[in-house]
């Protein structure tokens, strides 16, 4: 009995471990994490199981489907959807942290690993009570860049897609404003690009990028159109500008 709970005792600091080396990538989609992600993998963060090809993404969208399927089944099992957001913080319930304990200690091994999910901006507040010394780095990207982007892959109207972008760049921006953390802005050019991810690198525990890189032109299908903005996205996106790099 004495050596089960020892055994119990390592396995929960094993699993404490695995967090305090997570890096979670948040960014809505259709906004550069898939980007962002693989220049991370290729800097040496472990993503386990992810996808490496996809019609709309021939590079591979980096996203882990244990915890796409987790935060499908959460948003289900609410009455949502990634493209109707809850509102608010959610509280999970016992068997739902359970499951996500589960995906955590799938990583006890590894000694730096993060996975990208643009849901995760939904669920933020609880992954982050079960990971407390979990890393964050972020991504963003123009509205109406993203709002054509929805369109050409979904038939999204723009009005839609520019709620939903206010509605997951509201909580990044909430998020950097509490506890700040790198900001990337997937409307800079590659050469800026990464020269603000090699410049946070190092405080992450990864390696620099040289000439092997996960960037390419395919990445970024849509550039800026030249729309009216409604003025709350405007100033939100200002703001995010503002903080990248700070």
Request: a positive charge.
């Amino acid at each position: 009995m004495q050596r089960s709970i020892v055994d119990l005792f390592q396995r929960v600091l094993r699993r404490g471990g695995a967090g305090r080396r997570a890096l979670l990538i948040l960014g809505m989609h259709r906004s550069g994490t898939s980007f962002l992600t693989g220049s991370l993998q290729q800097a040496g963060l472990e993503l386990g199981r992810h996808s490496a090809w996809n019609p709309h993404n021939t590079r591979g969208n980096r996203e882990n489907p244990d915890f796409v399927a987790f935060h499908e089944d959460l948003l289900a099992a609410r009455g949502c959807a990634w493209d109707r957001p809850p509102e608010g913080r959610l509280r999970w319930s016992r068997a739902e942290q359970a499951r996500a304990r589960a995906l955590i200690a799938g990583f006890d091994a590894v000694p730096s690993w993060g996975f990208k999910d643009p849901r995760t901006l939904l669920f933020i507040d609880a992954w982050r009570s079960l990971m407390p010394g979990a890393r964050v780095i972020g991504i963003f990207r123009h509205p109406a860049a993203v709002a054509r982007s929805l369109d050409a892959r979904g038939g999204m109207p723009i009005d839609k897609a520019l709620g939903l972008w206010r509605h997951y760049n509201a909580r990044l921006l909430a998020l950097h404003r509490t506890r700040p953390f790198p900001l990337l802005s997937f409307d800079e050019s590659e050469p800026e690009l990464h020269s603000h991810l090699n410049s946070v690198l190092g405080a992450l525990g990864l390696n620099a990028l040289h000439d092997d890189r996960f960037w390419a032109a395919e990445l970024r299908h849509h550039e800026t159109p030249s729309v009216t903005l409604p003025g709350d996205c405007g100033e939100l996106y200002r703001e995010l500008k503002a903080r990248v790099g700070a």
